[in-house]
T-cell receptor, first 112, second 115 residues
C-alpha cells in the first residue's frame, strides 16, 4: 500500500513567520513531487513541484526533497493570512502508472 | 478558471435517482481522472482515462459508471447511491497518464449530497 503521511494540523503560525509543512512517502519509485493548496470548499491548486533532491524556490515558497529519506517539505516565508488553507503533498506513483498519490493534507492557519 | 470545468457545482439526489456529473477540459490534455474527496480522508482516485480509454478502476462500486467519449469530456453516471457516497467529486486532467511530471489540473468539483 503506497502511503503519503502528513501532519493534519492545524499548524498555526503568526503573520510574517515561516510555515514548514512536511511529508513522507512510502513509494521509493516516486519521481515527481507536487504541492497543492486547497482553500475550504474549493478544489486543489498546484503551487509547487520538484523532481530533484535539494531545494527549489518560487517566490515565497521553497520545496525541499530528500529521496533517500523519502521526505519532501514546503516552506512558506513571510506567511500571510491568505496562505491559510490545507496543503496537500502528492508524489507521483512509481512504475508506469505514475498517478499522483495524495496525503490527507496539513491545515495551515496564519494569524494576523 | 483552471481550464477544467465541472457541472453541476452542487447536486442533491435521492438514493433511487439517476444523475450524471460532467467534466470538460480545454487544456489539450489526454488523460482525465475522477477523484472522491470525503472529510478527513485523502483524495481517492476512482477512475483514470488515457486517450479516452479507461486504464484504471480502483475497485469503485458499480453504482458509479464513468464515460469518456473523447479526450476532452468525462462523465460520471450515478445510480442507486448511498448516503456514504456524499462527498466532493473532483475531475482532473494531465498531459497524459504516467507523465505526471506536470501535475494535474483540477476542476472546481461537484459537491454531492445523497439523501
Amino acid at each position: 500500500q503506497k502511503e503519503v503521511e502528513q501532519n493534519s494540523g492545524p499548524l498555526s503560525v503568526p503573520e510574517g513567520a515561516i510555515a514548514s509543512l512536511n511529508c513522507t512517502y512510502s513509494d521509493r519509485g516516486s519521481q515527481s513531487f507536487f504541492w497543492y493548496r486547497q482553500y475550504s470548499g474549493k478544489s486543489p491548486e498546484l503551487i509547487m513541484f520538484i523532481y530533484s533532491n535539494g531545494d527549489k524556490e518560487d517566490g515565497r515558497f521553497t520545496a525541499q526533497l530528500n529521496k533517500a529519506s523519502q521526505y519532501v517539505s514546503l516552506l512558506i516565508r513571510d506567511s500571510q493570512p491568505s496562505d491559510s488553507a490545507t496543503y496537500l503533498c502528492a508524489p507521483s506513483g512509481g512504475g508506469s502508472q505514475g498517478n499522483l498519490i495524495f496525503g490527507k493534507g496539513t491545515k495551515l492557519s496564519v494569524k494576523p | 478558471e483552471t481550464g477544467v470545468t465541472q457541472t453541476p457545482r452542487h447536486l442533491v439526489m435521492g438514493m433511487t435517482n439517476k444523475k450524471s456529473l460532467k467534466c470538460e477540459q480545454h487544456l489539450g490534455h489526454n488523460a482525465m481522472y475522477w477523484y472522491k474527496q470525503s472529510a478527513k480522508k485523502p483524495l481517492e482516485l476512482m477512475f483514470v482515462y488515457n486517450f479516452k480509454e479507461q486504464t484504471e478502476n480502483n475497485s469503485v462500486p458499480s453504482r458509479f459508471s464513468p464515460e469518456c467519449p473523447n479526450s476532452s469530456h468525462l462523465f460520471l453516471h450515478l445510480h442507486t447511491l448511498q448516503p456514504e457516497d456524499s462527498a466532493l467529486y473532483l475531475c482532473a486532467s494531465s498531459r497524459d497518464k504516467g507523465r505526471a511530471n506536470y501535475g494535474y489540473t483540477f476542476g472546481s468539483g461537484t459537491r454531492l449530497t445523497v439523501v
